[in-house]
Structures are given as structure tokens and as C-alpha cells.
């Protein structure tokens, strides 16, 4: 017993160093970047200031440092295992997406003040296996989703946003699924990642899971091909590339899938087609696990945060997901909740398909 808790105690302190100077890292880009961008204002425009409530600071703290709580507690659980984060090579690749995130931020910022966020059509080339809605630069990237670049860059873009808690945000939501399938063999779970991106998620899946027969599906050629390279260590993964409003599968081909931020960047009508075809592409008995952003009255105390994302990024869509009604929708494509959870600025909801 004294030594089972001695490695749990030395556990708890290798993860709170290393996320600990994870967080300072990337929290610290954040404030520069805050520092050297031009306001979230046009010249001219009323000055954006949502007005925070006494003690909003220090409950936005306090949710924050709950989600790395959590996170620990999963990973003590045996839920996954914990983040190999600090290493020399990793340390490398942080300083040059570092580099390559500050060269690109004065085209963010010149996109925002100009309200510009669809020239990446222009990059499309008319190729009409796009949608309209998904051939826009959302947040004001460079290149939207289309380029290689992009899809480099992503992870770190997403990091400093949200102050180094993106990966552990994920990880909730990796945990959902992980209570759902314990106890039986991974080989038999056929999942799905739906809008897998550059296989940031899948990856931590799959370090939980290796020998799970994993597929991910994203619209982006750029993103599938950086997950073909960062999966390339698990033979039994397969990268699609495709829409989910038009999932190229057959139907009840998948007994789990997971969707990490997707839905707030899909049109109110094209999120209905998703849930149709998530629906009509899982086994009866299947397990769906939705995460994305927390949406109006899940944490009062986090409301006014969410004012700041169709202001100052360029998230077209966002306004009307945060009134979507998504047990609703899913009930109508055969779903009923089984858990519900927020991890800071995400919300993770189980559903398992009637």
C-alpha cells in the first residue's frame, strides 16, 4: 500500500509539473499575442467589452484548474494514460510552431479587422466537392482548411487560445468513451472519428486503445494527410476523406464514434444532416460522444467568455449553436443521453443510439 501510494503521489507531482509548465507555455503566447494584436474592433466601431461580473475571474479559474482535476483523476482511474507532453523533440516542434504562429498572426489580425474570412475560396479553385459554409477562414486562419500549413499549425493555434487546456479538454471526452467500452475488447470496436482534422484526437485514442480499428473522416485533403503521418504507427487506422452530412459508409458500419468541435462550425441545417447520417451510420447499441463548446446556461458563470468568440474570431455559425437544442436533435436520429459533462470551456455529452 505505501509504495502503490508513493507512485501515485509521484504521479500527481510529474503531471502537475508537466502540465503545470505546459499551461505557462502556451498561456504565455496567449498574453503576447493579446499584447502585439490590433483590437477586436474595426476604427470606428463601439469599443467590444463584455462586462464581467464580480468574481467571474476567479470562477473561470476555478473551472479551469477543475479540468485538469478531472483530467488526473481519469488518468488515475485508468481511463488513458498520462500525456507524454515534455520531451526534446516535442520541445523543438513547440518553439517552431511557436515561430510559425507569430509570422502568421498579423494576417489573422488583418482579417479580423477587415471582417474577411472568405477568400479561401479563391485557394478552392472552384473544385466543387466543397461546401459553401466549410470554404471560409474560421478564427481568420490562414488557408481556412485547405493548407498544409494549416493543418500544422492548428494544434498550436487551438493550444494558445485556450491557455494550454485544449489537449486536456479532448482527453474528458476521450474518458466518456473510455467508461463506455471498458471491459470489452478493443478489437471488436469499430470507431469512428467524425472531423478527425490532423489526428490530434485519434491519437490520444489511440494510446489508450492501440489495438482499436480506428477510421476518421474530415473534408480537408490538408488535414487527412497530417493524420496519415501521425497515425502511421497503427496499421489498423484508415483516413477518409469526406463530409459527414454525406458520410461515405454504410449503414450501421461503426460501434462507437466520437466528434470533437465540429457542430459549432456547421449551419443549423447541415447539423441536422450530420446527426441524420451519425445516426443512420452506428449499430443500434452504439456509443456517440459529442464534444464542443459549452453553449448558453451550461456554466453562468462562463456565459460572457462565449461573447468574445463571433467577435473576435471569425465563427459564423456559433451564435445559433449555442441556443441548438442537441439532446433534441439526436433524440430525433434514435439517441438518448447517457452522461453529460463540462470540462472548462467544453461540454462533453454521451449518447448510445437506441
Known amino acids: 500500500m505505501a509504495s502503490m501510494s508513493l507512485m501515485r503521489d509521484l504521479g500527481r507531482a510529474r503531471y502537475a509539473a508537466a502540465q503545470g509548465a505546459r499551461v505557462a507555455w502556451y498561456m504565455g503566447q496567449y498574453l ?3 499584447r502585439i494584436s490590433g483590437p477586436f474592433d474595426r476604427p470606428g466601431e463601439p469599443k467590444f467589452e463584455p462586462q464581467a461580473a464580480e468574481g467571474d475571474t476567479v470562477r473561470i479559474r476555478a473551472a479551469f484548474l477543475d479540468l485538469f482535476a478531472r483530467d488526473r483523476a481519469n488518468i488515475e482511474a485508468g481511463l488513458y494514460p498520462a500525456p507524454n507532453d515534455i520531451r526534446v523533440t516535442r520541445a523543438i516542434e513547440a518553439l517552431r510552431s511557436s515561430a510559425n504562429f507569430f509570422r502568421d498572426l498579423p494576417k489573422v489580425d488583418q482579417r479580423r ?5 472568405t477568400e479561401v475560396r479563391a485557394g478552392a479553385n472552384g473544385e466543387g466537392r466543397y461546401p459553401n459554409y466549410y470554404l471560409q477562414n474560421f478564427h481568420y486562419q490562414t488557408g481556412g482548411w485547405l493548407s498544409q ?3 500544422k499549425l492548428y494544434d498550436t493555434q487551438v493550444e494558445i487560445l485556450f491557455g494550454g487546456a485544449a489537449d486536456a479538454m479532448r482527453r474528458i471526452a476521450l474518458g466518456s468513451l473510455a467508461r463506455a467500452i471498458r471491459g470489452t475488447d478493443q478489437r471488436r470496436i469499430k470507431l469512428l472519428d467524425v472531423a478527425s482534422g490532423n489526428g490530434r484526437f485519434l491519437r490520444q485514442a489511440l494510446a489508450a486503445f492501440p489495438r482499436i480499428p480506428a477510421t476518421g473522416l474530415d473534408l480537408s485533403p490538408a488535414y487527412c494527410e497530417e493524420a496519415r503521418k501521425r ?7 484508415e483516413i477518409v476523406t469526406g463530409a459527414i452530412e454525406h458520410a461515405p459508409f454504410d449503414d450501421e458500419s461503426f460501434d462507437a464514434a466520437t466528434c470533437i468541435y465540429l ?3 456547421l449551419p443549423p441545417r447541415v447539423r441536422r444532416d450530420a446527426a441524420r447520417e451519425i445516426g443512420r451510420i452506428l449499430k443500434p447499441g452504439a456509443n456517440f460522444v459529442l464534444a464542443d463548446s459549452i453553449q448558453t446556461g451550461d ?3 462562463l456565459d460572457r467568455m462565449l461573447e468574445y468568440f463571433p467577435v473576435g474570431f471569425h465563427e459564423p455559425y456559433f451564435t445559433s ?5 442537441f439532446v433534441g436533435l439526436f433524440a430525433e436520429n434514435g439517441f438518448e443521453v447517457e452522461e453529460t ?3 472548462f470551456l467544453t461540454k462533453v455529452t454521451r449518447f448510445r443510439k437506441r
Open 321 to 325: 449553436y449555442l441556443k441548438e437544442d
Open 341 to 343: 459533462e463540462l470540462a
Open 113 to 117: 479587422l477587415e471582417r474577411s474570412g
Open 231 to 237: 497515425l502511421s504507427d497503427w496499421p489498423q487506422v
Open 263 to 265: 457542430f459549432h462550425e
Open 299 to 301: 456554466a453562468a458563470d
Open 149 to 151: 500549413d494549416s493543418a
Open 32 to 34: 503576447l499575442a493579446r
